[in-house]
């Protein structure tokens, strides 16, 4: 990602799509992803539903900066599943997003250029029907200050039209809000023009 680029390709919802070649299924299975943590327990839930699959092959990538990302070919031949599934996805130039492509094997080989060729064309089909989404990046900031300047500190956030997405009123108050990475030093700035702040970044999302 460029130093100007806040912007990444995602898709809103999981989505399905299904190839067929000589008796074989390849049912392919996209998901909005965000977190390795969660691979378990899909990979999971999709056996339980295709408990006669031969195969469960899968492919995700991560991060607005598109940099993480990882395959699995699950028992075939290296290189014909999880490769050709993440080629679609750095084709579309989409992230944050897992394809699981289910293989139902119908008794013919397809051999290397059938098998590379399937994988790929499932993942397409799924995400032909995924509704493809541009997100922003966004840094999650926290902002410490007196009651008495509540009311600065408030109408910087109004007029940067920034989601809070937590909040504490008291003598001591404490906001945590995301912003849009190209408006950072912009809101910073005016933030930092209200005297005794403490300004803490938290995380990016």
Do not use: W
């Amino acid at each position: 990602m460029s130093l100007f680029e806040d912007t990444y390709r995602t898709i809103e919802s999981p989505s399905e799509g299904i190839f067929r070649d000589k008796g074989s299924k390849f049912i392919a299975y996209a998901y909005p992803f965000k977190d390795e943590s969660s691979l378990k327990d899909i990979i999971a839930d999709l056996k339980s539903q295709h408990p006669k699959a031969r195969h469960h092959c899968y492919a995700y990538r991560l991060t607005p900066d598109r940099n993480v990302f990882r395959i699995n070919d699950d028992g075939e031949p290296s290189g014909t599943a999880g490769r050709p599934i993440l080629n679609v996805l750095l084709s579309q130039d989409i992230t944050n997003v897992l394809v699981v492509v289910v293989r139902y094997f119908g008794g013919s080989l397809l051999g290397v250029p059938g098998l590379i060729n399937a994988y790929k064309t499932a993942t397409q089909e799924a995400l032909q029907v995924a509704n493809i989404i541009e997100l922003t990046v966004n840094d999650v900031y926290e902002v410490q200050f007196d009651y008495v300047q509540m009311n600065d500190v408030m109408r910087i956030m109004k007029d940067a039209d920034l989601q809070v997405l937590n909040q504490e009123f008291d003598l001591n108050c404490k906001l945590q809000f995301e912003i849009r990475k190209l408006q950072v030093n912009e809101v910073l700035g005016k933030l930092e023009k209200v005297a005794d702040l403490k300004i803490t970044y938290l995380r990016t999302i």
